[in-house]
RNA sequence: GGCCCGUUGGUCAAGAGGUUAAGACACCGCCCUUUCACGGCAGUAACAGGAGUUCGAUUCUCCUACGGGUCACCA
């Protein structure tokens, strides 16, 4: 049997990466066998719910390649995929496991049930309502009272189920709560709906994160009382990030970007974030490569390569992905994705496009290019007695001026202002004057960029500037340097 | 606090009783070079601690410590 798995969000407004990799490690545990791949969204919190937030999970699963074959826009045969349009079924369900005996109505109010929890918030539920005679239901349900209802939970005895990653997990049967099955609004809770969703619509392969991994023995207690087969489940070491102080916790906001559009905003490519996000707490077996299209992941993925403890997410190496992709990318590739974050800009478009290949290998994310050709712009207001000395090229304050007036004279008879012909004109004139090339090279360089570092040699910015710009700068030069 | 899970260099990680304990990021050095970056080469750095089991434990068991998760009418 083809596996089935889900990627089951709730509509909160952004996707964490947390969650999108455990959309990418569902996807790839069912493309990797040629299963099938579901899109729930799982929206039973009214209170929570964000307007537009099915839209970016939708889109991010597009953008990231990460196609479901069923789900709320693609339709399927277990439909509908929304949560908030399966009540019915809910109800159904629930009022069938009333019968069975394994969940029960609860009256109790709020406010005796904040009662029950002590000053630290822990503690649980009573079992108040556990045990009213049939006369005491029919009375409450008859005078309207609101209620829940509750899962019964076996009172003595253990309870375990299998992870695939894990191993047997076992909890002791006192320790589980009645919990709440059906909320007063007449919702379902997570704890419920999900298990009845994955039976009907065939999951066989619930992967998620292991926050869920001890409450799962609940979950596998509900299939029994159906009488239905029990998932796989696969539960992840969790995304954890490291805080100011050097504490590591549950990856959020503090900890920098973490939501995928945020990444995105930031520019960083969809293809480094999955690939970067695939390998924290997962390692393919036989190959020391690290790098994996979508395609190639979903051909060496499997749970064995999934890791127990969790992994610090780390934005440095991110970057570095991040930089690796961008410089694979073929020049118009890079155009495209570049043009967004270039913000406004005088450049032709010939320019542009040497700019760009200056760029494309000193950047690591979209998001610097714009400090990266900010002089080739407007010149930036610098420090010529600090920039110009360089021992390297045996380059002072004193001779700075002689070696730019000389690269002056060769630019001006330049017949071609090209980066070769330059290089080799200005080449050719320190040969003349028995210095390095490098010499004046260096002072080209600094005089038409008014900065030490610079995306590309003297010559390619020059050719960038063209003739009158740079001339222009090396007279500027001049004077600071007089 | 109860319960559950985890612990290999700063980070991600390979490893499955006998290894010089991989590799990647970061860091450091050198080379290349028209600055920087890229690239190439080299280096620093790890099995949390203690008991067992065993001829032999990073690897198996137990205990401790530390870290994390979970105990909602949130998912």
């Known amino acids: 049997m083809k596996p089935v798995t889900r990627f089951a969000p709730s509509p909160t407004g952004y996707m964490h990466i947390g969650n999108l990799r455990s959309a990418l490690y569902a996807f790839l545990l069912s493309k990797h066998e040629g299963g099938t791949f579901i899109l729930r969204i799982e929206d039973t919190d009214r209170e929570r719910f964000v307007e537009g937030a099915t839209d970016v999970i939708k889109e991010t699963l597009k953008i990231t390649g990460l196609t479901y074959d069923e789900g709320p826009d693609v339709g399927g045969e277990h439909g509908p995929?929304?949560?908030?349009?399966?009540?019915?079924?809910?109800?159904?369900?629930?009022?069938?496991?009333i019968d069975l005996g394994h969940a029960y109505y609860c009256f109790c109010s709020k406010e005796r049930l904040e009662s029950l929890h002590g000053e630290d918030g822990v503690g649980g539920y009573d079992r108040h309502c556990r045990n009213l005679t049939q006369e005491e239901i029919d009375a409450e349900l008859a005078k309207g009272t609101p209620y829940v209802i509750r899962q019964k939970m076996p009172e003595e005895g253990v309870t375990s189920y299998v992870?695939?990653?894990y191993g047997e997990i076992s909890t002791e049967n006192k320790e589980l709560q009645d919990q709440i099955l059906m909320k007063a609004d007449g919702y379902p809770t997570y704890n419920f709906c999900h298990v009845i969703d994955d039976h009907l619509m065939g999951v066989t392969h619930v992967v998620r994160g292991c926050e869920y991994l001890t409450s799962t023995p609940k979950y596998a207690l509900l299939y029994d009382a159906y009488g239905w087969e029990r998932p796989t489940y696969i539960h992840l070491p969790l995304m954890m990030g490291r805080g100011a102080d050097g504490t590591v916790s549950k990856l959020s906001k503090r900890h920098g970007a973490v939501s995928f559009a945020a990444l995105l905003a930031d520019g960083y490519l969809s293809e480094a974030i999955i690939n970067y996000i695939a390998l924290l707490g997962w390692c393919p077996k036989g190959t020391e490569n690290e790098f994996f299209t979508l395609e190639e992941m979903i051909r060496v993925f499997t749970v064995d390569g999934i890791n127990k403890s969790s992994a610090v997410f780390d934005y440095e190496k991110l970057l570095w992905f991040n930089g690796e992709y961008i410089r694979r990318m073929t020049p118009m590739a890079f155009k495209e994705a570049a043009l967004p974050f270039l913000g406004e800009h005088s450049l032709p478009e010939d320019k542009l496009d040497m700019v760009l290949s200056l760029v494309q290998p000193r950047i690591e994310k979209l998001s610097q290019i714009r400090e990266k050709i900010g002089f080739f712009l407007t010149l930036p207001d610098y420090d010529a007695t600090a920039l110009f000395p360089n021992k390297k090229n045996k380059v002072t304050l004193e001779n700075a001026k002689d070696l730019l007036l000389a690269a002056r004279d060769t630019l001006s008879e330049a017949p071609e202002f090209k980066s070769d012909a330059l290089f080799a004109a200005l080449g050719a004139k320190a040969e003349e004057l028995a210095v390095k090339a490098g010499a004046i090279l260096w002072c080209v360089r600094i005089a038409a960029s008014g900065q030490a570092v610079t995306p590309g040699g003297a010559t390619e910015i020059l050719e960038v500037l063209g003739?009158?710009?740079?001339l222009l700068r090396i007279d500027e030069a001049l004077k600071k340097l007089s």
Do not use: T
């Open 81 to 97: 995929y929304i949560q908030s349009e399966r009540l019915p079924i809910y109800r159904e369900y629930a009022k069938k496991l």
């Open 163 to 165: 992870d695939a990653v």
């Open 467 to 470: 003739k009158d710009e740079s």
